[in-house]
């Protein structure tokens, strides 16, 4: 019996570090998507989404070809085991949680949401994510996005496929269907390689570093599926890749944004430019 108490707390400990070794590549994905994390910046985004403004993302190519993508607007819901004011707070309760095999995301809103799991429905969602512990059903919302993407024609599907990518694991991973320890690492492995296969743009950060974001995720991924049971893990993959749904729609929707400033100040000579300032 004691053997078997160490080997648990053995495999928990092993889990508890795996995770916080490469939870980081997801808690900074707006770091890694170049986007602030300001209520404000994130309001204004959002209004530019409203307004049924269409982001263009352009990648530099010879023959150059386009394509119209959009990311759907999508409400998921999530297990939600605790929320905090402070950013500290939860990731301590995080990192608690996690130790006891429970591996949990901290989701940014009006609060720090300590999540758990996340699903496509509520009728979807994976109880025994939350580890026999009180759990609330909540409700997130991403925006839609619309996208004009400008690349090679060669690459136009590559690029097409990548930023379209965690929507898709979203799908496979938050629908009704509970997987197989053997059919998460196969979609696991599927979006590896989507991610190390799409066309190399050094031009393009946001493109770039999404790929890299991909990545990140199938690694720590990898790892959970050794550690936790499939479902748990599924679960958990739903409430991570979620993170990167909603960042991406930040960050296509603020690139946008910024290349609007960039067009109204080029087509002002410096005699104009006072006229947008605000008075003093």
Not at 3 to 10: E, K, L, V
Not at 36 to 54: C, D, H, N, W, Y
Not at 90 to 117: D, N
Not at 246 to 257: C, D, I, K, P, T
């Amino acid at each position: 019996m004691r053997s078997g108490c160490i080997t648990r707390r053995r495999r928990r400990e092993r889990l508890r570090r795996m995770l916080w070794r490469t939870v980081g590549a997801l808690s900074a994905v707006a770091i890694l998507l170049g986007v602030a994390a300001s209520p404000g910046l994130r309001e204004t985004v959002f209004s530019f989404i409203q307004q049924g403004k269409r982001a263009l993302l352009a990648f530099s190519a010879q023959k150059v070809s386009q394509a119209d993508v959009t990311l759907p607007r999508r409400t998921v819901a999530a297990l939600q085991l605790a929320a905090f004011d402070s950013g500290e707070k939860a990731a301590q309760q995080a990192q608690s949680l996690t130790a006891t095999g429970v591996p949990v995301i901290v989701w940014q809103r009006e609060q720090m949401r300590v999540v758990c799991a996340a699903a496509l429905t509520r009728d979807a969602l994976i109880a025994e994510a939350a580890g026999g512990r009180e759990a609330y059903v909540i409700e997130d919302t991403m925006p839609r996005v619309e996208l004009r993407l400008s690349a090679g024609e060669r690459d136009l599907q590559k690029v097409i496929t990548l930023l379209q990518l965690p929507d898709a694991l979203l799908m496979q991973l938050g629908g009704d269907r509970r997987l197989t320890q053997d059919e998460l690492s196969q979609i696991i492995g599927d979006a590896e390689k989507a991610a190390q296969n799409a066309a190399a743009y050094p031009d393009n950060a946001l493109y770039a570093q999404l790929a890299q974001s991909l990545e990140s995720w199938c690694a720590m991924m990898r790892g959970v599926t050794k550690q936790v049971s499939a479902q748990r893990a599924q679960a958990y993959g739903a409430a991570t890749i979620c993170t990167l749904c909603r960042e991406l729609r930040v960050a296509l929707s603020s690139e946008f944004q910024q290349s609007e400033v960039s067009t109204a100040s080029a087509q002002r000579t410096p005699s104009t430019a006072a006229d947008v300032m605000p008075p003093a």
